[in-house]
Every structure is written in C-alpha cells, then in structure tokens.
C-alpha cells in the first residue's frame, strides 16, 4: 500500500505565498510522474503541474510563471512552490503520483495511481 501526505496549505493573502509538499511512503519501488491537481467548488479537478522522474515539468497556463513544482526523489517527496498567489488559485490541492509496485492481484510488477487527502488553499482579495 502506498500513502501520500499532503502538507502546507492554507490561507493567504492575494499577491502572497505558499508552499505544498506530498509525501509518499510505502511499498514503492519507483515514483514516476508526480503532480498536482486542484478543485475549487462546482469545477471539475484540474491539473496544476506535473513532473517526471527526470524532472521535466509541465504546468497548467493559468499558473505558468507564478507556481514552480520540484521534487527530492532520496525523499519521496513533490513540492510545489505558489507565488503570486490569486482569489481564483482558491482549491482543493490534491497529490498525485504514479507508483511502480507489485501488484498482487496480478502477481506482477506494475503502475497504479494514487492521490492525497487534498488540502486547502484559500486566496483572500
């Protein structure tokens, strides 16, 4: 089984900070991609920025410039750095990560998905 913590959220004033970390632990033998998406009420979960192993990044236009995803792979763990913080990044922040496990029911090595607890960021105007 694979768990991941979320942490650092919160809230914030319009123009300020924040920075989220995710944590995994488990029976990992490899995070692949690792990411972040958001949910804020009546709208459907977004990506926000994803990165590979390698560390290639990918992010969503909205946040290009203002949010910086890295990782510490000894570690386990994502980050994503919010600059700039809007009323509209107000969300759900939820982790994601691609695991390279055993699976058991197919007796064999291979990719599952798992997700955070979500946790809470609120830009105030």
């Known amino acids: 089984q694979v768990q991941l913590v979320e942490s650092g959220g919160g809230l914030v004033q319009a123009g300020g900070s924040l920075r989220l970390s995710c944590a995994a632990s488990?029976?990992?033998?490899?995070?692949?991609?690792m990411g972040w998406y958001r949910q804020a009420p009546g709208k459907q979960r977004e990506l926000v920025a994803a990165?590979?192993?390698?560390?290639?990044?990918n992010y969503a236009d909205s946040v290009k410039g203002r949010f910086t995803i890295s990782r510490d792979n000894a570690k386990n763990t994502v980050y994503l750095q919010m600059n700039s913080l809007k009323p509209e990044d107000t969300a759900v922040y939820y982790c994601?990560?691609?695991?390279?496990?055993?699976?058991?029911?197919?007796?064999?090595?291979?990719?599952?998905?798992?997700w955070g607890q979500g946790t809470q960021v609120t830009v105030s105007s």
């Open positions: 990165i590979t192993s390698g560390g290639s990044t």
């Open positions: 488990g029976s990992i033998f490899s995070l692949k991609i």
């Open positions: 994601n990560a691609d695991v390279f496990v055993f699976i058991i029911t197919a007796q064999a090595m291979g990719v599952k998905d798992y």
